[in-house]
């Protein structure tokens, strides 16, 4: 089982990226494991798939409008990659993403806390 943790941020307000965020992964076979609000402004998602389904999990989190770190997307991008050189004929191989968001729609406070997610 392969396990990556992404993070990402964006300024919609929570109360409605959530519960869309939520709609979109469950709709595309994703396996929701836990759900844990840390804050108003944050909120983290663990949730697990197929690899086969991680383009579509992918362009999910796009679709909502998170702005994902760049390590993020290079994670995400190797996953994809690997997804292209899989064997059919294996076992499926599952995927645990733990899936951390700050949003900064209502409190500007939070925003300088997103420095700690840059990648150099």
Request: hydrophobic share 45%; net charge negative.
């Amino acid at each position: 089982m392969l396990k990556i943790s992404i993070h990402g941020y964006s300024s919609a307000n929570r109360s409605e990226l959530q519960p869309l965020l939520l709609q979109l992964l469950v709709e595309r076979y994703a396996w929701m494991l836990e759900e844990v609000s840390s804050s108003p402004s944050e909120f983290r998602l663990k949730f697990e798939l197929a690899l086969f389904d991680i383009v579509e999990v992918y362009a999910a989190l796009q679709q909502t409008g998170i702005h994902l770190t760049p390590l993020a997307h290079r994670s995400l991008t190797e996953m994809c990659l690997c997804r292209q050189h899989l064997d059919i004929q294996q076992e499926v191989q599952t995927i645990t993403i733990d899936l951390r968001v700050i949003t900064y729609a209502e409190e500007r406070a939070h925003v300088p806390r997103l420095l700690r997610f840059r990648c150099v």
